[in-house]
């Protein structure tokens, strides 16, 4: 395995951390209308992810600064080419950041709403968008010999990418669900079970014909292999949430992002982005990558650093240990 | 095609706004991240309550503003992509890895501690919960640290080979430590650093005066003055040293630039300092100068007597070396920006500095004109002499309407730097026009500045409202649950079976929630 190929896996590894991160906090911004009943149950749901969503979205900006890295030709066609729908998750992201932070600072209740409604697009667009971005990675777009995009916005809007969007918006919002049915207490914890219920058999149907039709279209055996854990994965996620058992049916539900984002990456290996128009044209591990000397440098950064980082992350979510319901949100702290 | 509507032009329009945007809110952040550690730290040590209140009231403000920097700064990562794919595919090699560094290390650390401090006051220990600041503000140092390296690299670049790979040329790395650790890297981060120390410490005076001049929360406030002076003082020294430093090693590097700032046609020696100039660009001369003479050859070269290359010159040798352009970058910013710089810091600095020596303790300071912690420091000149009460006002209101002023001159400061490094993206190496990405339309570019633009004006007035709703609001009452901060982690409640974990305690209200 040479470096180039470790770097492809790592930065899998770091899409597929930012997904089951972020993914349960965007789920958790589209459950804020569909599962809270009143505005302290919003608030609870809320601060279910309110110390920890700023550090899940640094995945992002990490896989975004190592792919710019190990990757440049990569990090260059990609960002470049899809230019409006990453404009539209900037925006978002922006905006849902600030709406975390403010909507709690003034008590009136027409900005509250307002920032409430924030959150809400701002999850479930870009909860969106990355599925339909994957999609097209995947099956390959519109990259001519100069390793430009040369498509269009709207054939980045095609079926197979449309039913990868849908696949990550409920597959994160089952997640969201069951990760509120982990973290809250009373009335809402019930309810969160009930919805991560109904979420998990559309995420099912939906996610089934996603990862068949990327298995029919560019699979082989590893993809396969990953297709089936994350199939099984996401029926025992079902399978535990109505059995109460909401730790493993967590778990269970970021195995299914893990091995679905896994099974992705297999299908592209040893593409990063296969180009539609002419295979020669491909940016691939080798085309697209920096030199052994970047990649060393980056290799040993990323051995020493990710390590320490599960772990402090993984200690602020012991902290936060605790359940959440409506009895923790004070009146007065509007 | 319209030359202003150029793709290039566009971009770095677009590139311009959104970083000098970012940039408002990050001496702030890095400054008040520090001063909020050291308020804590002092409550933490002396059990005083009138520092947790300090502490309370300007971690408020600090992550009102925190809040914009870090999401600002998602665009900044993937607009070299977005944008500049060429100048990606190019510097990638090398550029990237001081970026990914960063959000490896430094992102990582702010925004997950970050978190750990906002909602952990019911959570931590109080000696944890302040380490947990203290990372915070470890890691926007350290965040500062990257970009600059990185940005060192555009300005003047080292530790690389040009190699040609599938018939294109890219800039290959060859000395990552020479990229982290060269003399442009270090000088221009301190500089940076010292100017976020003066930013915050004018910020922090500023505010402190709004509050005393109506006496009201004067305890918080007398404190909050004394160590925004001291900060201010702090970097006031500091910024002037690494001003000359940067000034002289920018004079090696880049000339250009450097006699763009004083609008120095010819090449003079001496080389006199300008004071205002009003030229003609085409033709290359000033029609007006006021000039002090022989002091720019000093500050290039520590020597009152030394030869200045003038901008007709040095345009004319790169003609030589790159062939035919115009190698000069837009002479009236370069020059304006530069002594905006200079000026919203200088004003500051004579302010603040004034003030450290006038609202002294008792230092050179008769007993009776020594104040008490609840009273308003009075201006003292000299060990028995008031300052005059008419210019004492001014002094007060003065350096409360200059609270900005620094970071006004942080912006003028990149914007000095950036614009008078072009035409180059990297210098010597790589053109601006080069670097733009050629699949990207204008009608897409159009989009994302306007956009960009119509946001972020929108989030200005939501952010400065919200900062003056608190800043009027004063530092906060303390509760019960203030003062006596949970001994174990996790808080009441939390844990398993222990005799302290009442139903009472568990179903507490958080003592933060958003």
Redesign the interface.
């Known amino acids: 395995m040479q470096l180039h190929d470790i770097w492809f896996v790592l930065i899998a590894v770091l899409w597929i951390g930012y997904f089951f991160l972020e993914g349960f906090d965007f789920g958790i911004g589209v459950l804020t209308k569909l599962l809270a009943r009143n505005r302290v149950e919003k608030r609870v749901l809320i601060n279910t992810i309110g110390p920890v969503w700023d550090g899940n979205e640094v995945w992002l900006l990490t896989a975004g600064g190592a792919t710019f890295a190990a990757f440049p030709e990569w990090y260059a066609t990609l960002f470049s080419g899809f230019y409006l729908p990453l404009l539209l998750i900037l925006v978002c992201l922006i905006v849902r950041g600030v709406a975390f932070e403010y909507r709690a600072k003034r008590p009136e209740e027409r900005w509250q709403t307002n920032w409430e409604h924030a959150i809400f697009w701002t999850s479930l667009i870009p909860a969106v968008m990355w599925g339909v971005a994957f999609g097209n990675i995947v099956r390959g777009v519109e990259i001519d010999a100069h390793k430009e995009y040369v498509g269009s916005f709207f054939d980045l809007l095609n079926p197979y990418a449309i039913l990868g969007g849908l696949v990550t918006l409920t597959l994160f919002t089952f997640h969201g669900a069951v990760f509120a049915s982990l973290k809250t207490v009373g009335d809402i914890r019930v309810r969160a079970r009930k919805a991560a219920l109904g979420l998990g058999l559309v995420t099912a149907v939906l996610a089934l014909g996603f990862l068949l039709w990327t298995q029919a279209d560019k699979g082989d055996g590893k993809s396969l292999i990953a297709m089936v854990v994350a199939v099984l994965a996401l029926l025992g996620a079902i399978v535990a949430i109505k059995a109460g058992r909401e730790g493993w049916s967590f778990a269970l539900s970021g195995v299914t992002i893990a091995a679905a984002v896994a099974m992705l990456f297999l299908t592209l290996f040893p593409n990063v982005m296969p180009s539609s128009l002419n295979e020669e044209w491909s940016l691939t591990v080798t085309n697209a990558s920096s030199s052994p000397y970047t990649l060393r440098i980056m290799t040993w950064c990323a051995v020493i650093a990710t390590p320490v980082v599960l772990l402090y992350q993984g200690w602020t979510y012991w902290v936060f240990r605790k359940r959440i319901g409506t009895q923790h949100i004070a009146d007065a702290a509007h | 095609m319209d030359l202003a509507l150029a793709p290039e032009t566009l971009a770095r329009w677009q590139f311009g706004i959104t970083t000098v945007y970012h940039f408002l809110f990050v001496p702030l952040t890095i400054s008040l991240a520090a001063l909020t550690a050291i308020l804590e730290t002092a409550w933490v040590r002396t059990g005083k309550e009138h520092y947790l209140r300090a502490t309370k009231f300007w971690g408020k403000l600090f992550?009102?503003n925190i809040?914009?920097g870090?999401?600002?700064?998602?665009?900044q990562?993937?607009q070299?992509?977005?944008?500049w794919?060429?100048y990606?595919?190019f510097?990638?090699?090398?550029?990237?890895?001081p970026?990914?560094?960063?959000?490896?290390?430094a992102?990582?650390f702010e925004?997950?501690?970050?978190?750990?401090w906002?909602?952990?006051w019911d959570?931590?220990p109080k000696k944890l919960h302040c380490a947990t600041i203290w990372i915070v503000s470890i890691g926007t140092i350290l965040s500062a640290y990257f970009i600059i390296a990185a940005n060192a690299f555009m300005q003047h670049p080292v530790g690389y080979k040009i190699?040609e790979r599938?018939g294109v040329k890219?800039a290959?790395?060859?000395d990552?430590a020479k990229v982290l650790f060269q003399e442009t890297a270090l000088v221009n981060f301190f500089h940076v650093i010292s100017a976020a120390i003066l930013v915050g410490g004018a910020f922090m005076t500023g505010i402190a005066i709004v509050h005393l001049r109506k006496k009201r929360h004067i305890r918080t406030m007398r404190t909050s003055l004394r160590l925004g002076l001291v900060t201010a003082f702090v970097g006031t020294l500091l910024t002037v040293v690494s001003a000359d430093t940067l000034g002289k090693v920018m004079y090696e590097q880049q000339p250009m630039k450097m006699s763009a700032a004083e609008a120095l046609w010819e090449s003079e020696k001496p080389a006199p300092f300008s004071i205002f100039a009003y030229g003609d660009v085409s033709e290359g001369h000033n029609k007006v100068a006021i000039e002090v003479p022989g002091v720019l050859s000093f500050l290039a070269k520590n020597n009152f007597h030394a030869e200045i290359p003038g901008i007709n010159d040095l345009n004319k040798e790169a003609r030589e070396k790159f062939g035919p352009g115009d190698y000069r970058p837009n002479i009236p910013t370069a020059y304006w920006s530069y002594r905006w710089m200079i000026g919203f810091g200088g004003v500051s600095m004579a302010l603040c500095t004034a003030g450290l020596w006038l609202t002294r303790k008792k230092f050179w300071l008769a007993p009776e004109h020594r104040t008490g912690a609840d009273e308003i420091p009075k201006l003292m000149l000299t060990k028995n002499r008031e300052l005059a009460p008419r210019i004492g006002s001014w002094w007060w209101r003065l350096s409360q309407w200059t609270l900005i002023f620094p970071l006004i001159g942080t912006a003028w400061g990149w914007i000095f730097t950036e614009t008078g490094r072009q035409p180059w993206v990297v210098y010597g190496v790589l053109r601006t026009e080069d670097a733009v990405?050629?699949?990207?339309s204008q009608g897409?570019v159009l989009?994302?500045l306007i956009?960009?633009t119509l946001?972020y004006a929108v989030?200005a007035v939501?952010e400065v409202r919200?900062l003056l709703?608190?800043v009027r609001q004063g530092p906060p009452e303390l509760t019960e649950a203030d003062l006596n901060p949970p001994t174990k982690?996790?808080?009441p409640?939390?844990g398993k079976g222990s005799d302290s974990d009442s139903d009472a305690d568990a179903?507490?209200?958080?003592a933060?929630?958003?």
Do not use: H, Q, W
């Open positions: 992550l009102i809040a914009m870090v999401v600002t700064g998602i665009v990562e993937f070299f992509g977005m944008n794919s060429d990606s595919r510097v990638g090699d090398v550029f990237g890895a970026l990914a560094f960063e959000a490896l290390i992102f990582f925004s997950t501690f970050i978190g750990l906002i909602f952990g959570k931590l190699v599938d890219r290959e790395l060859t990552f990405s050629p699949g990207v897409e989009t994302s956009g960009f946001i989030l939501i919200l709703k608190y982690i996790g808080g409640g939390s179903d507490r209200p958080m933060f929630s958003y």
